[in-house]
């Protein structure tokens, strides 16, 4: 018997959103007649969720923001990004190939996000991706986000399993972290955001180069179930 559920983080892990995120980053900045910033910098800013995306977006090359400043900025971002949700994503190299192995499997699915539920749900929908899933938990469907376990134990929960029945697969410290601290096994991809740092540092089973390698992976592996 093999895992009896995946979970998945999703930006920088299924899907790459970081030219729509930069893009809303940027257009909230001017906002704030602040110059724009690289995408590859706004990149080592994703990970924690908007809220955080956003303070460390305003913050950088100034002094931190004043919580006016951040619930502005947020409301900024908000709307920029749910204009822009998806534009420019596009769903990574074989993703679907590996999410129909682990099906094949007799796997259940589910998303683990700390992207708030208003931009996950159109985000998976755009991208062809939401019909694979049996649960998806956001950002704000818990009290607390990754790297808190929470959200992963929420998930099992509601596959209807035990963390020793589930893999996680991510591609950032927080991802790490959550399944670590939830006692899940987790696999990271290398071609993810993981805050600008090397994804070889990340305390994880494996680094597989994409899902269909995640998929053989968990093939290859025999869980002792509690």
Known sequence: ????????????????????????????????DLAPLPESLIATFVGKGVEQLVIRTLSHGGHPPSVDQVMRGLARFQDHYRALNGRHSQVFPGVIAGLQAFHSQGARLAIVTNKGSDFTAP?????GLD??????????????????????????????????????????????LAAQAAGIQVLALPYGYNEGQPVQSLPVDAIVDSLVEAAQWAADQTPEFA
Not at 123 to 127: D, I, P, T, V
Not at 138 to 159: I, S, Y
């Open 1 to 32: 018997m093999h895992f009896a559920g995946i979970l998945f983080d999703l930006d920088g892990t299924l899907v790459h959103t970081i030219p729509d995120l930069a893009d809303a980053a940027n257009a909230m900045r001017q906002d704030m």
């Open 123 to 127: 985000l998976l929908r755009l991208m």
């Open 131 to 176: 019909t694979y899933f049996d649960v998806v938990v956001c950002g704000d469907t818990c009290e607390r986000k990754k790297p808190d376990p929470l959200p992963l134990f929420h998930a099992c929960d509601l596959l209807g399993i035990k963390p020793a029945q589930a893999l996680f697969i991510g591609d950032s410290i927080n991802d790490a």
